[in-house]
């Protein structure tokens, strides 16, 4: 849609002033507020422009005038002026995470409470599924009778434990020399792909014969893994409660919704994990239930692999300058963080 400079400096300047104020613009005010070098009157031919143009639109109770998807979708566009992070909000981003160790689960929830914090919205992050990861050591201990524990260390740092049954008793001695068979040859590998290793092990008769004899209670410890699902985490509604005080009853109740049933929310951000770039959902008409709503979502990856996404929800009327790159910077700050820990 091609709109003169001056069309696009009206729609701008309103979105802005909306956005900030959060009350219908009206001719007068953006004359007065902004040195636009135009009349009121000429302002209201633009907005008839951009109201035909379905830009804009006027509520019947005020003379002023909201901001439509499109004319939001134009906005993020072309016509946003994007906000540079300062040395100190970088900073305060960066501090949240040296709050914790650098674990996985403890970088989903850190970058979700910097995500919401700072843009006063809701952040969301999708967790990685926990076969995308893959194996750093592998330790099979004795714990009683016919019962050994299997310990995965992961490269993110996850610890996973599981319990085996087996059809009779091993020794300690012989689990020791099994699980450095494993580690010589299943290390590095991701978890997916373990379960089909041992069974091409297995076959080829390859390792110590205790390994033979239990090889196949390995395969189905190691692929109870591949079931992991994802998982949604968000934090942030009060904030959005707040700032729909007042409005639509309908739209709160979508959200509460969308909030309530995650699988929705989760649908939404499985797109984000394969784009490129900082992307932005603005209330799709596929989904009803994001009426009124904004999404600023990307993925995050260790080393070249994309593992999950994470994003800010908030009201159409959100900060796209502030929001965009905040996205932008935390995803990069994660990814570096998962590389580094893989290591």
């Known amino acids: ?20 104020e959060n009350r219908p613009v009206g001719s007068k005010s953006l004359c007065e507020k902004f040195d636009l070098g135009l ?44 906000y540079e992070l300062t040395i100190k909000e970088k ?25 919401s914090i700072i843009s006063s919205s809701a952040g969301v992050v999708l967790t990685p599924k926990k076969n995308f990861d893959s194996l750093k ?12 524990l299997m310990i995965l260390v992961t490269r993110s740092g996850q610890v996973i434990n599981r319990n085996i049954f087996l059809d009779g008793n091993i020794s300690q001695e012989s689990l020791y020399q099994i699980s450095k068979f494993l580690n010589q040859y299943l290390m590095g590998h991701e978890l997916e792909d373990i379960p089909r290793i041992v069974q091409e092990l297995l076959s080829q008769k390859l390792g110590p014969e205790d390994f033979r004899k ?5 395969v189905k410890a190691f692929d109870m893994d591949r079931s992991g699902e994802d998982d949604i985490i968000v934090e942030g509604l009060q904030n959005l409660a707040n700032q729909m005080k007042g409005e639509d009853a309908d739209k709160l109740e979508s959200l509460l919704y969308l909030f309530e049933d995650k699988k929705n929310l989760k649908n939404i951000f499985s797109r984000y994990i394969e784009s490129d770039g900082v992307m932005t959902y603005i209330g799709e008409k596929d989904d009803d239930f994001l009426n009124g709503i904004s999404i600023i979502a990307t993925n995050y990856r260790m080393g070249e692999k994309r593992i999950g996404s994470m994003g800010i929800l908030g009201l159409q009327r959100m900060h796209y300058n502030k929001a965009l790159p905040l996205v932008e910077f935390t995803s990069k700050l994660v990814s570096e963080m998962l590389t580094r820990i893989s290591k």
């Open 137 to 148: 050591h592998v330790e099979l201990i004795h714990v009683s009778g016919d019962e050994i």
């Open 1 to 20: 849609m091609d709109l003169s400079p001056r069309h696009r400096l009206i729609l701008k300047v309103l979105i802005d002033d909306y956005v900030e």
């Open 91 to 115: 900073q305060r981003i960066q501090e949240e995470y040296l709050k914790n160790q650098l674990k996985l689960d403890q970088i989903m929830q850190a970058t979700c409470r910097v995500l």
């Open 39 to 82: 009349s009121p009157a000429t302002i209201r031919n633009v907005f008839r422009d951009l109201e035909d143009a379905g830009l804009i639109n006027s509520r019947h109770h005020s003379g002023g005038r909201i901001p439509t998807e499109l004319g939001y979708r134009m906005y993020v566009d072309n016509l946003v002026v994007l």
């Open 214 to 218: 239990i090889a196949n209670h390995l």
